[in-house]
């Protein structure tokens, strides 16, 4: 059980052998606010960021900054927390855009990242925020024709993405680096991206490359690393350039993937290569940015469902809860493999071994296929670590589900950070 607890937020407690987070009975709260409930854990949240920060202070020689993936999971209490952090929040396209402003970042916070930005992205990027990163050279075009008119200093700073040939070891879906990646420029496009931004007097000021999400081995990273100096210096940057990395430092999901991969690994390869590799080029050190979603809030979210029914079929017994593959496709989409604890009787030994699937119609709709647990009986809750990031922000209406309801807890205080939808919600944006 120790090794499935540490796959929990920072806070969680087992009291009189009952699940709490944040000081917080989980039984209470769905019992109070209804299942499938998300939960997120202030003091877990705080503790990744308190690392990125301590890992950047103590590795990284020059000026640097977190930029918080918002397509992790963005609303208006996480980009507020974020700001909080002193984090810039990347953006994709208008959509988060728009929360971000609604959560009063001022423009300086806001990145604006997209593979295919519209007009109204470009728009809602030119007017809001502090930086576009330029994925490849017809964006560039438009970008350049909307800020025609534009005094300099009203245009936000330009970074190009680069792709950089090679990804890191992830789910292929997760991948982006790689050579016939849909994301970012080659070597002789972003070099043409360059001159373009030259002859416009654009204010391009850094480089960005992603190379994947969810890797734990830093290696490949050293690669990316190497080519976006070599492009750094062949476009000439001096000083106060930037250059990001991206993000996509992993996290453990389950107790086999123990333990969980140390921010601390990633920050210092990170800044060590970066560092050598300008020394030996003669490079001023950029301004750092990592851009991490995943690792700052996977591990704050818990989700937590109720069982229905349980259902033996040939050789399987099922748990089918009141949740699933609408509030989290990742099962579905990359077989991500979940563990799980009930939320009372937390100690009881495991004695059988169950599958967990949702109510919807697709076979599927699975979260955790064949995981020891004790025997537990319908209307029991259980609840799901590592739930924070790509869950509520991939989520859907299929079957009509009404996506989850989010709370932040802290100091046994529960604050509602996104309300639960409802059936008016559906028929909401319908034709009468
Ligand atoms: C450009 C970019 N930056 C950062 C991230 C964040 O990745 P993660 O949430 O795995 O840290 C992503 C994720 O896909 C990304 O595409």
């Known amino acids: 059980m120790d090794k499935k607890l540490s796959l929990f937020p920072v806070s969680t407690k087992i009291i009189d052998d009952k699940l709490t987070i944040g000081g917080c009975d989980v039984r ?33 020689a020059g000026r640097w900054s977190v930029t918080y993936a918002g397509k992790a999971f963005l609303c208006t209490a996480i980009a507020r927390w974020a700001l909080g952090q002193g984090f810039i929040i990347d953006c994709t396209g208008a959509g988060e855009i728009g929360i971000a402003l609604k959560s009063d970042l001022p423009k300086e916070h806001i990145l604006v990242h997209g ?13 809001h925020a502090g930086t576009i990163v330029v994925d490849n050279l017809s964006e560039l075009g ?29 789910h292929a879906y997760t991948q982006t680096g790689h050579a016939d990646s849909k994301f970012g420029m080659g070597r002789e496009e972003l070099l043409e991206a360059v001159r373009i931004c030259r ?27 190497d080519r976006a100096l070599d492009l750094a210096k062949e476009i000439g940057f001096k000083d106060n350039w930037h250059l990001s990395p991206g993000g996509g430092w992993g996290v453990a999901y389950h107790e086999d993937d123990l333990p ?16 050598a590799g300008c020394k030996k080029r ?5 301004h750092l940015h990592l851009e991490p979603g995943r690792s700052l809030v996977a591990k704050a ?13 040939a050789g399987k017994t099922w748990l089918l809860i009141d949740g699933g593959m609408a509030d989290n496709p990742r099962h579905a989409l990359y077989e991500a493999k979940y563990s799980c604890l009930t939320v009372e009787k937390v100690s009881g030994s495991s004695t059988q071994v169950v599958s967990i699937a949702g109510p919807y119609c697709e076979s599927g ?7 020891p647990l004790r025997v537990v009986e319908e209307n029991e809750l259980i609840a799901i670590p590592v739930s924070g990031a790509y869950h509520l922000s991939m989520a859907s209406n299929y079957n009509g589900a009404r996506r989850p309801m989010a709370l932040m807890l802290e100091d046994g205080q529960a604050h509602v950070i996104r309300v639960r939808e409802t059936v008016e919600d559906l028929t909401r944006r319908d034709d009468e």
């Open 199 to 225: 002859q416009n007097d654009l204010p391009l000021v850094g480089l960005h490359f992603h190379q994947g999400s969810q890797f734990r081995d830093p290696e490949p990273l050293g690669d990316g690393i």
């Open 115 to 127: 593979v295919n930005k519209s007009a109204e992205d470009l728009r809602a990027a030119i007017k």
């Open 301 to 313: 979210g818990v989700a937590v469902y109720r069982v229905g029914t349980v259902k033996q079929t």
């Open 365 to 371: 709709d699975v979260l955790i296929e064949q995981i």
């Open 282 to 286: 003669g490079l001023t050190l950029p």
């Open 28 to 60: 209470t709260l769905a019992e109070q606010y209804g299942t499938p409930l998300y939960l997120y854990d202030r003091a877990d949240l705080d503790s990744a960021a308190g690392l990125y920060r301590r890992f950047l202070d103590e590795s990284w």
């Open 142 to 170: 438009r970008l350049q024709k909307l800020c025609a008119e534009l005094p300099r200093a009203n245009i936000p700073e330009l970074w190009l993405r680069f792709q950089p040939g090679s990804s890191v070891a992830t």
């Open 260 to 275: 969980q991969p140390p921010i601390e690994l990633y920050v210092r390869f990170v800044a060590e290569n970066i560092m």
